[in-house]
């Protein structure tokens, strides 16, 4: 697991423009792609890059500026359903059948965290650190990034990425943000609020000592009315149940629901060289907020945390954003 001190600076790629990405996000959610999608874009960067230059990737931060679901409501309808397509017909001239599958298109900044040599040995020229560096190496990310895909869709044209070498002092850190901040919006960042689902989750329990967290996950993303006022008089006025702040399901990752097999133990497997182990997908609670919120950009970024030990392959998203919050309440 990586921490904020060992980040010597921060790659942003700004604006990108990605068409058809995937829109189910899990097996209870469905919008914005999941932040394993973004970490697993990271992840395969990092590796085209780190052919040819010392630099590392630790974590991701997401920003959403526009996302845009291909959906429609059939006429009589309330639900939405997706815009499937019509593929070519078979070789005997029959209609193939359709598979559901979910698409959107969004304009997103991904912020990560870069350590290497690269930073400190000549690569990396800073004439101008304020407005962040931009150079052949810069060019180079772009380029390889243009050859991959995010969250299952098509990168188009994006604004020029540039690196912000991080200050020496934590208390400079605070007008770098602004200034990262600042060319993030408009948009909104997701950061992760599972202190909000453990205090719901307690809060159920007090009333009912079964209930689980997927029952409090549920319970908070969903759109309940309750009743406001003097309910004994019979005045009670039924309002939708308020919330603090945008709450979302959040896929984080997945967690083991079996042992771990020896490769090539497991028939049929992807990868007969590696591990395997069966998993179920995780969930917890997210929030959106605004960039310019936050008191230090790296609280946005998500790294990995894998513990084999107690089954579990995530996402984590350590920021003090709950607890400036608490203090503002």
């Given at each position: ?63 959403c500026h526009a996302f845009d679901p291909q959906v429609s409501s059939p006429p009589g309808r ?235 392959y995530r996402l984590i998203n350590d920021n003090s954003f709950h607890s400036a919050t608490q203090?503002?309440?």
């Open positions: 697991m990586v921490v904020k001190n060992d980040i010597d600076a921060l790659l942003v790629l700004p604006r990108i423009q990605v068409q058809n990405a995937n829109a189910i996000s899990g097996p209870l959610t469905w919008g914005f792609p999941s932040l394993t999608a973004f970490a697993g874009f990271t992840h395969a960067l990092n590796r085209k890059i780190a052919e040819h230059h010392d630099l590392n990737f630790s974590g991701v931060g997401v920003v309330y639900t939405q359903i997706f815009h499937l397509m019509r593929h070519p017909n078979d070789k005997d001239g029959g209609t193939p059948a359709f598979v559901e599958e979910g698409r959107a298109h969004m304009n997103v900044s991904l912020v990560i965290g870069l350590s290497g040599e690269s930073l400190f040995d000549g690569t990396f020229a800073s004439e101008n650190p304020a407005r962040g560096i931009t150079n052949d190496v810069t060019a180079f990310i772009e380029e390889m990034a243009y050859t991959m895909r995010l969250a299952g869709g098509s990168i188009f044209p994006m604004q020029k990425p540039y690196v912000m070498l991080l200050p020496s002092t934590e208390s400079d850190m605070h007008p770098l943000t602004r200034r990262i901040s600042r060319r993030l919006l408009p948009g909104f960042a997701l950061i992760s609020r599972e202190d909000l689902l453990a205090d719901h989750l307690g809060q159920l329990r007090q009333h009912d000592p079964s209930t689980t967290g997927v029952d409090a996950l549920m319970d908070m993303c969903s759109l309940a009315f309750e009743p406001q006022g003097e309910q004994e008089s019979g005045n009670a006025q039924w309002e939708i149940r308020s919330k603090p702040g945008w709450i979302v399901p959040l896929p984080v990752g997945y967690g083991g629901i079996s042992e771990i097999y020896a490769p090539g133990e497991v028939k049929s497997a992807r990868d007969s060289d590696t591990p395997f182990r069966f998993v179920e997908s995780l969930c917890t609670l997210g929030q959106w907020i605004s960039p310019h919120r936050v008191e230090d950009i790296r609280d946005l970024l998500w790294h990995y945390d894998a513990q084999p030990d107690k089954g579990l203090k503002e309440d």
